[in-house]
T-cell receptor, first 116, second 113 residues
Framework: DTGVSQDPRHKITKRGQNVTFRCDPISEHNRLYWYRQTLGQGPEFLTYFQNEAQLEKSRLLSDRFSAERPKGSFSTLEIQRTEQGDSAMYLC??????????????FGPGTRLTVL | AQSVTQLGSHVSVSEGALVLLRCNYSSSVPPYLFWYVQYPNQGLQLLLKYTSAATLVKGINGFEAEFKKSETSFHLTKPSAHMSDAAEYFCAVSGTGSYQLTFGKGTKLSVIP
């Protein structure tokens, strides 16, 4: 069990550029989640996948954000036309998917995005 | 809708003293409740969770929490603080059939030697 990994760990970009983050979940986990955490706040839910299907999206996920999980393995989160307000830590988590709301979610170290 | 309120954004305790971090929740369905810990530059790690079994839940590193439905609370305690407990702690709630976690704003715990 190597845990949830995220790449890159840090990303600095200029406003208006597109960025893509990758998340590799724990191998046997079929649920994958994305959260966003800004300074002084708890993580906020963005979206989640059951295998390759994206089943829930938060209203925080504007049309500039898109997430995919091809083949139900790794996932990518893309932000188009970045804005300074997108600066945050983007956290990925995965879970086995057996206990519905009681599933333990295992979190990755996060990708810190800074938009200049 | 679900929400979590963590009272106190910053708590300081002396090494060896009792740790008490407060969490109150709001949920329209029977909740599942979680406490996570986040060390600097690391991801969140689950300390413990309540899933409608025993109301007193024991977790890792000597932490425990008690679910009190009448008070809508799930406070985290540890009898004796250790320097290594210094971190940020997050309370979170989810509901039956809901897979997303709703987090509080977090409480940063400082341990004074």
């Amino acid at each position: 069990d190597t845990g949830v990994s995220q790449d890159p760990r840090h990303k600095i970009t200029k406003r208006g550029q597109n960025v893509t983050f990758r998340c590799d979940p724990i191998s046997e986990h079929n649920r994958l989640y994305w959260y966003r955490q800004t300074l002084g706040q708890g993580p906020e839910f963005l979206t989640y996948f059951q295998n390759e299907a994206q089943l829930e999206k938060s209203r925080l996920l504007s049309d500039r954000f898109s997430a995919e999980r091809p083949k139900g393995s790794f996932s990518t989160l893309e932000i188009q036309r970045t804005e300074q307000g997108d600066s945050a830590m983007y956290l990925c988590a995965s879970s086995l998917g057996r206990l519905a709301g009681a599933d333990e979610q295992f979190f990755g170290p996060g990708t810190r995005l800074t938009v200049l | 809708a679900q929400s979590v309120t963590q009272l106190g954004s910053h708590v300081s305790v002396s090494e060896g003293a009792l740790v008490l971090l407060r969490c109150n929740y709001s949920s329209s369905v029977p909740p599942y409740l979680f406490w996570y810990v986040q060390y600097p530059n690391q991801g969140l790690q689950l300390l413990l969770k309540y899933t409608s079994a025993a109301t007193l839940v024991k977790g890792i590193n000597g932490f425990e929490a008690e679910f009190k439905k009448s008070e809508t609370s799930f406070h985290l305690t540890k009898p004796s603080a250790h320097m290594s407990d210094a971190a940020e702690y997050f309370c979170a709630v989810s509901g039956t059939g809901s897979y997303q976690l709703t987090f509080g704003k977090g409480t940063k715990l400082s341990v004074i030697p």
